[in-house]
């Protein structure tokens, strides 16, 4: 099942300011059932964008680790 990126506007508690802040990931096989479930489920959330790769950091670094990545377009072709 497709993975899509959500958003949030809310103020930020400390500040008092408008912020946009990362959602939950919502599985569906498009973007507008996906944006269909966050307005049945969570009326907040705004899809604005497919995941299609999760690539991990080495160790206490910025570094990417490529052999622990996750590709989910390839996933979904198998």
Known sequence: MRKWTTEIKALDGSTGEMKTWIGPYV???????????CNENMGYLK??????????????????????ATDYELIQKN
């Open 27 to 37: 599985e569906a096989p498009t973007w507008s059932l996906a944006q269909q479930w």
């Open 47 to 68: 899809v604005v964008g497919e995941l299609v790769m999760e690539i991990p950091c080495k160790g206490d670094t910025c570094e990417p680790d490529w052999t622990n």
